[in-house]
């Protein structure tokens, strides 16, 4: 800067008797803040906002109003009370239940209650309390596990990425795996079965075609260096036509008759029956046992409805061996994790209470006749919020379980339909954002010129909380 210039801006500055800091500290209006946050984070803030009234002084804008103490204590509460925070909830309303980027099942009340405890007070996560021994940290959910699955043991680690990166590598390293070519599959979030496998340092065998395995292709595969059979659930995608596979009961007889283990990666899989429910049937774990499996990995906050974990059962022999891997140490859940986890595996010992307590079920099993109605009754407070610029419609949709399981059936589901009228200003890209922008933001689905809101996931107690809010819609905004 010349140095005319470097004079003008100080003569400015000083006309605009901007404070210090430490006066301002001093001052009354800020005490409040300084007891609220602390005296970091408030000054902080401050030296920010007198930069911000030093350049306004300087391009000759500054109001004398605004470096009254009083003035800065309010712009100083605005910047503290925002900045990044926790996790934020939102409405989905995007028709798929489990939804990986909102963060998969919801969870029971019950393991709400277990996790506040393991937060906040000493529990016995690592002790035999009766004997006062060192117990292990997932032997509580290893044992619930093996009472619902059939198991002989079972094992818990951080997700099911992490399951199946284990067992890989404790049975598999420097070693050969089978896997039809119709099941390697990538689940989104970067899991690709070929890539695992090359990182837990095992050599891939793909076997048979995209669309046809026979055990002929399985058996003339297998040889001295073959460390495992490994069958994977096509979690999201399905191949139809002209296919075949092996069935695990036959794939388990030749893993038998050569000594080499058979792992099944389920990926959702589900702890019970879920046509019980008339939901389509999923693969069960236990069904997978019976059939033989050595291993069995899944998620834990799929279909099961619980905390993120990978959950391994099977025999105990090969558990062990992966328990004392140090790879399992690196991968071990937190006390958090086992807590939810336990609550929620305990719900399922009581199976005929499970469609009220576990939000997941719950979500999949809703009438129809509960979301029509609802459809119903949300479509004018709606059409009351949207204004002219668009048309809204109560119609019968369909939504998915979500995060791979059963990719091709849909449930039907019942919501709202909202399109921009001709000519009428409205736009449905600006309306997707200005609902992702309400404090409570809404997510919908955006497909066929249409703005779908799905209302599976919208339960009656959120329905009040969510028509107030539509009142916040600025109708600028919209048109
Ligand atoms: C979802 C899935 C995984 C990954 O499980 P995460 O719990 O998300 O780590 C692995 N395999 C299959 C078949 C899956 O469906």
């Not at 995608?237 to 007889?253: K, N, Q």
Request: proline share 5%; glycine share 8%; net charge positive.
């Amino acid at each position: 800067m010349s140095p005319a210039k470097t004079l003008k801006r100080a003569a400015l500055l000083r006309a605009a008797a901007i404070p210090s800091v430490d006066r301002l500290l001093k001052s009354r209006p800020l005490a409040p803040l300084l007891e609220q946050h602390g005296h970091t984070r408030v000054t902080a803030a401050l030296r920010a906002r007198l930069t911000q009234l030093r350049t306004a002084a300087v391009a000759g804008r500054l109001e004398a109003a605004a470096v009254t103490a009083e003035a800065v204590a309010v712009a100083l509460i605005e910047r503290l009370d925002t900045g990044p925070t926790a996790l934020q909830p939102l409405f989905n309303l995007t028709g798929t239940v489990l939804h990986t980027n909102l963060g998969r099942a919801l969870l029971p009340e019950a393991a709400v209650r277990a996790v506040v405890t393991a937060l906040t007070s000493p529990v016995d996560l690592e002790l035999d309390v009766a004997s006062g021994k060192r117990g292990e940290r997932d032997a509580r959910a290893a044992r619930l596990l093996c009472e619902l699955t059939g198991a002989e043991a079972a094992t818990v680690v951080n997700n099911n990425a992490a399951a199946v990166m284990l067992v890989l590598s404790v049975l598999a390293a420097r070693r050969e795996v089978l896997v039809s070519r119709g099941e390697l599959i990538e689940i989104g979030g970067s899991f690709r079965l070929p890539d695992i496998m090359r990182r837990a340092g095992a050599r891939l065998t793909e076997v048979g075609t995209t669309n046809r395995t026979h055990l002929a292709d399985y058996s003339n595969a297998l040889g001295p260096r073959t460390a495992l059979l490994l069958k994977v659930h096509t979690s999201n995608y399905a191949i139809s036509g002209f296919t075949a596979s092996v069935p695990l009961a036959r794939l388990v007889a030749l893993g038998r008759a050569h000594e080499v283990p058979v792992a099944v990666d389920l990926g959702s899989g589900s702890l019970t029956d879920l046509t019980r429910w008339r939901l389509p049937a999923e693969p069960t774990v236990r069904e997978a046992l019976a059939a033989g499996a050595d291993l069995v990995t899944f998620s834990g906050d799929k279909l099961l409805g619980g905390p993120q974990a990978g959950l391994i059962v099977g025999r105990a022999d090969l558990i062990r061996r992966l328990r004392s891997d140090p790879l399992k140490r690196a991968l071990r859940v937190s006390k958090l994790t086992l807590a939810a986890l336990e609550a929620v595996l305990s719900l399922y010992r009581e199976p005929e209470l499970l469609a009220q307590r576990l939000p997941t079920l719950r979500l999949l099993v809703r009438p129809e006749d509960e979301m029509r109605a609802q459809a119903a009754r949300l479509r004018p407070c709606l059409e009351r919020a949207l204004g002219s610029g668009y048309a809204v419609a109560a119609v019968p949709l369909a939504s998915q379980i979500g995060s791979g399981a059963l990719p091709v059936e849909q449930l039907s589901s019942h919501g709202l339909a909202i399109r921009a009228v001709k000519g009428g200003g409205g736009s449905l890209t600006r309306l997707a954002a200005a609902l992702r922008a309400l404090p409570r933001p809404v997510l919908g689905r955006l497909a066929d010129k249409t703005l779908w809101l799905d209302l599976r996931c919208l339960e009656s107690a959120d329905e009040a909380a969510f028509a107030t809010q539509l009142e916040a819609l600025a109708p600028g905004a919209l048109a």
